[in-house]
């Protein structure tokens, strides 16, 4: 099962929150037209080693169950494209997905 749930962020913009069921796990992410953040199922190191040249905006936040989690979350780590916007490990995730816009 898959639900969209759109978030409003304090500056008044509008993301999009996407949690989808799977056995034994549920992945969960929250974009914005640039980049978007994601449950620890996310591997941040294959983004900046493999994927570099793809310059990917994201950030991964671990120990999350909902998407209202994910939002409130401190990030564990991002990818360099990330830090080059001033998104760092340790930063909300509505915070980074502010940076993103």
């Known amino acids: 099962m898959m639900r969209l749930v759109p978030f409003r962020l304090e500056s008044g913009e509008t993301v999009l929150g996407a949690e989808v069921k799977l056995p034994k796990t549920t992945l969960l992410s929250i ?25 990917i905006i994201a950030g991964r936040a671990v120990g999350v169950r909902t998407l209202e989690e994910l939002m409130d979350a401190p990030l564990e780590s991002v990818t360099l494209k990330a830090e080059s916007l001033g998104i760092v490990a340790g930063m909300k995730g509505s915070e980074a997905l502010r940076l993103m816009l």
């Open 31 to 55: 974009s914005t037209d640039r980049g978007y953040i994601m449950c620890g199922a996310l591997d941040v190191a294959l983004l900046n080693e493999k994927l570099s040249e793809r310059e």
